[in-house]
């Protein structure tokens, strides 16, 4: 592991979620971080990364003056339960944010 990617996991706990590198494949890497944690914890870590990746899905639709884009259409689906392609999009624009912002 390279120091970046140690920075961007400790940020990512610092954040109060699990943290995650994209391995193969990354929900059993994210799998195995919630069944770590006891009941509580689990359902926390889950709430704050869902609120994570929807601040990430409104900035981006933000940035283009308010329009919705196609990716946060992909994201915010009205599906109860998001696709595999949802989760993989949801995934990066979290660690995207991590990558970007420095604070």
């Known amino acids: 592991m390279n120091p970046n ?40 870590v889950r709430r704050k990364y869902r609120k994570l990746w929807r601040k990430a899905a409104k900035t981006e639709r933000d940035l283009f003056s308010g329009e919705v884009t196609p990716t946060y259409t992909r994201l915010c689906s009205p599906n109860a339960e998001p696709s595999s392609f949802q989760r993989q999009l949801r995934r990066a624009l979290v660690k995207s944010k991590f990558v970007r912002d420095p604070d």
């Open 5 to 44: 990617q140690i920075l961007l996991c400790i940020r990512m706990l610092e954040a109060g979620i699990v943290p995650f590198n994209g391995g193969h494949p990354p929900r059993d890497e994210i799998r195995r971080g919630l069944n770590s944690l006891d009941d509580e914890e689990n359902r926390k």
